[in-house]
């Protein structure tokens, strides 16, 4: 189970830490990604991290902005966002893959346990 958090209002340029806790069992072999939905759009990759850390995977919107880290002892993943802007507003979902694999870590399809969401605002 995972569960994020850290969601809130923010104004633009301001910075917000989101963290997702695992429950239940260890994902600590498992590559742990952040998606997110804005309303009327579909969900779309933030970032990703690799089960031992060392590469990190960002999308442009987000890159030089936002940084994911993980603490294997805590069974937790950050993600750190910074120099926020409107367009970052959306529902922001953690989700745990067991075979995330370069060339597949930024889809969907390569996680098998998903967050219930936790919903960031950005104003402008």
């Known amino acids: 189970q995972l569960q994020a958090s850290g969601g809130g209002l923010v104004q633009a340029g301001g910075s917000l830490r989101l963290s997702c806790a695992a429950s239940?069992?260890?994902?600590?072999?498992?590559?742990m990604g952040w998606f997110r939905q804005a309303p009327g759009k579909e969900r779309e990759f933030v970032s990703a991290i690799r089960w031992s850390g060392g590469i990190n995977y960002y999308a442009d919107s987000v890159k030089g902005r936002f940084t994911i880290s993980r603490d294997n002892t805590r069974n937790t993943v950050y993600l750190q966002m910074n120099s926020l802007k409107p367009e970052d507003t959306a529902v922001y979902y953690c989700?745990?893959?067991?075979?995330?694999?370069?060339?597949?870590?930024?889809?969907?399809?390569?996680?098998?346990?998903w967050g219930q969401g936790t919903l960031v605002t950005v104003s402008s």
């Open positions: 239940g069992r260890s994902f600590s072999s498992y590559a």
């Open positions: 989700a745990a893959g067991s075979r995330a694999i370069a060339s597949t870590i930024r889809s969907e399809s390569a996680y098998d346990y």
